[in-house]
């Protein structure tokens, strides 16, 4: 089946660790993305990638990085230059529409981080 | 900053009624936009898409977009207590890849 895997479900982190969350697709998508999502809030874009080993800032990039070696995988690194990282960090992949059309993102299941 | 703005709710609409949600953008030249539902503790999934000025309908889901008013819509008709979720609205920055999330609209449906 197509889609897109994040792991691990729940993460729990202590002060001061970096923390790396993973996203995996095989939709064969070019561009990924990385929201972020606190409780009775809308998502926050962390980071984006449109093609391999090329991404950019989103709106909350501080304390946050990526890479994009691989088009199937964009992990994301929480560091402990983020001091209030505790979210629901979701991955999404989209592919080019026609043009200046975007296509709908399709989202994994989510990362709970949790700061202990 | 571009920005997408939904009244947060929560919406309360009795089971067969008409739910109606409203979202504006700020963004003149975005040219995508995308109706999602996310239940509590779940990622988004997608509803609606719709690129052109008008209606879009997809069985109980109309979207509708005016882009002169920077307006878009999705209404539900035959509410059911499934639908109950939080509805975000998504725009894509200027024909780009970024894409901007509403913070959505929370929808209970009274049986």
């Known amino acids: 089946d197509g889609g897109i895997t994040q792991s691990p479900k729940y993460l729990f982190r202590k002060e001061g660790q970096n923390v790396t969350l993973s996203c995996e697709q095989n939709?064969?998508?070019?561009?990924m993305y990385w929201y972020r999502q606190d409780p009775g809030q809308g998502l926050r874009l962390i980071y984006y990638?449109?093609?391999?080993?090329?991404?950019q800032k989103g709106d909350i990039a501080e304390g946050y990085s990526v890479s994009r070696e691989k088009k199937e995988s964009f992990p994301l690194t929480v560091t402990s230059a983020q001091k209030n990282p505790t979210a629901f960090y979701l991955c999404?992949?989209?592919?080019?529409?026609?043009?200046?059309?975007?296509?709908?993102?399709?989202f994994g299941q989510g990362t709970r981080l949790t700061v202990v | 900053q571009k920005e997408v703005e939904q009244n947060s709710g929560p919406l309360s609409v009795p089971e067969g009624a008409i739910a109606s949600l409203n979202c504006t953008y700020s963004?003149?030249?975005?040219?995508?936009f995308f109706w999602y539902r996310q239940y509590s503790g779940k990622s988004p999934e997608l509803i609606m898409s719709?690129?052109?000025?008008g209606d879009k309908e997809d069985g109980r889901f109309t979207a509708q977009l005016n882009k002169a008013s920077q307006y878009v819509s999705l209404l539900i008709r035959d509410s059911q207590p499934s639908d109950s979720a939080t509805y975000l609205c998504?725009?894509?920055?200027?024909?780009?890849?970024?894409?901007?999330f509403g913070a959505g609209t929370r929808l209970f449906v009274k049986a």
């Open positions: 999404a992949s989209s592919t080019p529409g026609r043009s200046k059309e975007s296509t709908e993102a399709f």
């Open positions: 939709l064969n998508h070019d561009a």
């Open positions: 990638s449109q093609i391999v080993n090329d991404f």
């Open positions: 963004d003149r030249g975005s040219q995508s």
């Open positions: 719709i690129y052109s000025n």
């Open positions: 998504a725009v894509n920055e200027g024909g780009g890849f970024k894409t901007i």
